[in-house]
């Protein structure tokens, strides 16, 4: 259990945190009154005071909300809170939807101090259950249910597509595909054939977001720009190959040209990346194929199915 010390927020982006003693938080929407509600998934911004006092202690002088926090919160390491856990803070209830962020531009502090903690130490998390947030308030982590969905995201990557070019019927494909099978889709990307690019969005969508699996359609083939497994390769710590082997047998039995495919399969943390082909047909057949097979390992990378045998 934790407890509230300090609420801020700032009717402006790019302005610094002012301080109040309450506020309002709405259901997906997030704090009213603050430039970074919106619907979206980081309608709220957190810290554990412990980690504002730690960089104070290092000569930093910051006041609360100088990081672009909308809470800070005493007592609870929330860096190493799993992403879709719930916190109950005054009357409301948060869930955490993704931990640090990316940093494109160097803030004042930064550049006064060389280093930031947002980016790494800062939580978002949207609003699930509306109502007040005072100070002093309680903060409370509540269970993880064991059966809550698998999260996915679907990363379509296409030159042409990218460009406005063609029109991307495999995301899409995908997308319903997974949601008939009660996944809960967190994001989706059209990306160019960049190597670079594409392992990052891999890593941040492992690492920040913390979501249980990747599926990639495209890129997979002989073209010079076809660097979708390469990138898969960079961005895992573990391979999982098992998979594309299994994907790339059952489409033999529909297609000779099933041993072109280069596609991979692997694991970073606890999300599981998996490479499918890029036309909506093989997607589908496919996916049709490995979809029933997923669920055992996924438990397994999120903790709550044990080993085999």
Not at 279 to 292: G, Q, T
Request: aromatic share 4%.
């Amino acid at each position: 259990m934790g407890k509230v010390i300090a609420i801020c927020k700032s009717e402006k982006r790019g302005t610094p945190k002012i301080e109040v003693t309450e506020a309002f938080l709405r259901e997906g929407w997030g704090m009213e009154g603050d430039a970074h509600a919106g619907q979206w998934h980081r309608q709220v911004s957190l810290l554990s005071l412990e980690k504002v006092e730690a960089f104070r202690e290092r000569g930093a002088e910051v006041a609360f909300g100088a990081f672009g926090e909308n809470l800070v919160i005493e007592g609870i390491d929330l860096r190493s809170v799993p992403v879709g856990t719930s916190l109950q803070v005054g009357e409301a209830v948060l869930e955490l939807t993704q931990i640090g962020k990316e940093c494109h531009s160097h803030c004042s502090i930064y550049q006064a101090m060389g280093d930031c903690i947002m980016p790494r130490e800062g939580v978002f998390a949207q609003v699930k259950r509306s109502g007040g947030v005072s100070l002093g308030d309680t903060a409370t982590l509540l269970p993880l249910p064991k059966d809550r969905p698998f999260t996915a995201a679907i990363i379509t990557v296409s030159d042409k597509g990218s460009r406005g070019e063609r029109e991307d019927k495999s995301g899409p494909l995908l997308k319903g595909m997974l949601q008939a099978a009660g996944y809960c889709i967190i994001e989706t990307l059209l990306l160019p054939d960049q190597k670079e690019n594409l392992t990052g969005q891999l890593c941040r969508l492992a690492d920040q977001r913390q979501v249980d699996v990747v599926f990639t359609t495209g890129g997979t083939g002989f073209s010079e720009r076809d660097v979708t497994p390469e990138a898969t390769i960079a961005a895992c710590d573990r391979m999982a190959n098992g998979i594309a082997e299994a994907i790339r047998q059952h489409s033999l039995a529909i297609t000779g040209r099933a041993m072109l495919s280069r596609a991979v399969s692997g694991i970073r943390k606890k999300t599981l990346i998996v490479n499918l082909p890029g036309s909506p047909k093989a997607v589908r057949e496919s996916l049709d194929y490995v979809l029933p097979h997923l669920s055992h390992g996924l438990g397994v990378l999120r903790g709550t199915d044990g080993e085999c045998g």
